[in-house]
């Protein structure tokens, strides 16, 4: 570690030291989301099984709530439930990074963990620089940093050229960059190497003026490129789309295209963009494989430039978290999320209740035991008005049987105005709900659609309830989380 590193890591654990009471103080800690222990958490980075032990890196500012130089901060995990936190892994010491250690991935290189980034630079007037860097560690733990492996820009491309996400397909390593053109227009880059350090730049493999896009968006950032299920999917978070009805509601959004990839020729033949995740918070989602095939992804539940300053946390000193980690396959043309059966670890004291609900009656069921819980919905099938289901007395879901609309509402903590987001399922039959106590995720139907979002609801409400306009009766089973 050079001089600088080493100041900058114990500089950033005096701050962090001085706030770590927040665990006791702040309601809105999560209990089983991936969080900073102080400061701003942004893109989930580097993730990866290596040696038998996942390791989640984060964009992170351990000193405050805004989004300054960026640190990669680092947890490890054995099973995807109980996270290490680890020691800082990059911090922004070095000239080709010295505004931060931008997103970017992680390999397995010959059992040398390999970290490939971007490293941002800005002058005085603002004037960026983009360089993908490289680090190592032979222990998972301590990174060493070898610079930048590319310097330079391909012609026709801004400095908003980041977010490496690399893999190895036979004998050659292939990355994808996220990208904008001189024309301010969002796409993917490839690129090819056989040593991770010498690269060659292979074309545009998506975006504005490729395969039909004209315009989609003014940059995309954190791509993400993989096989499965017997197709290709590209997962990109793209800014500057506007919003389209229901679609595109949030001031930025992660989505995917499915198709086919030529790597050779860097060619991806794809369909429609459709969006992850419906709710309010979800961005910059990463995706990795573990031994046994399984594709994973975890996001940012959070989007840059919406709300922050809505975010109570702020008071104490930290804000966002990153998403449950999901299982990804795709169905009927689509991707579909489950949350990964490790979370089933954390349940305890199930139980199970069958009720009609009707017209009039507010099911109520009773306080909550904890403000981490897990709920399995089903008999929605029946549903043929208007049903709701409130927790907290802070967020909503409604469903409206005849137009088929599933909405989340929760309040803005600053106007207090209610807020919505919506999507469209053709028949509700089963609702999954992992609460935490800042955050709700809902998957419906076993995966067809997400609906994310953090919420603060008082520290003392407790309640949950349920309506209907018209008799149905439902099965919930609930479990606590801890
Ligand atoms: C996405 C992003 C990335 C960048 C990082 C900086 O949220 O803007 O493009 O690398 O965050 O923190």
Partial sequence: MTDNEKKLHEQAYEEVEKKRHIDKIDPYRQI??????????????????????YHLFYQWYPYDTTHGSKYWGHYSSKDLVTWKEEPIALAPSEWYEKNGCYSGSAVDNNGVLTLIYTGNVKDEEDRRDSYQCVATSTDGTHFTKLGPVIESLPDGYTAHF????????????????????????????LYTSKNLTDWEFKGAIAGAGIGGITDFGYMWECPDLFSLDSKDVLIISPQGLEQEGIHYQNKFQAGYFIGEVNLDNAIFHHGDFAELDHGFEFYAPQTTVDENGRRLLTAWMGVPEQDEETQPTVTNGWLHCLTIPRELHIHEGRLWQTPVKELQKLRHDHESITQTLSTSDLLTFGDLAET????????????????????????????????????????????????????????????HVFMDASSLEIFINGGEAVMSARYFPSPKDKSLTMRADEQVMISLDKWVLS
């Fill in 32 to 53: 089983f989301h991936v969080m900073p222990p102080t400061g701003l958490l942004n893109d989930p980075n580097g993730w990866i099984k290596w040696k038998g032990t």
């Fill in 162 to 189: 980041r977010d490496p996400k690399v893999w190895k397909q036979g004998e050659l390593w292939y990355m994808v960059l996220g990208a904008q053109t001189v024309e301010e227009k969002g796409r993917v880059v």
């Fill in 372 to 431: 981490a819980m897990e709920f399995v919905l089903t008999g929605l099938e029946e549903i043929k008005g208007i049903f709701e289901w409130t927790f907290r007395n802070e967020a909503r879901l409604i469903f409206n049987a005849a137009s088929h609309m599933l909405t989340l509402e929760r309040r803005n903590t600053r106007t207090h105005l209610t807020e919505q987001r919506h999507v469209r399922i053709d028949s509700l039959k089963r609702l």
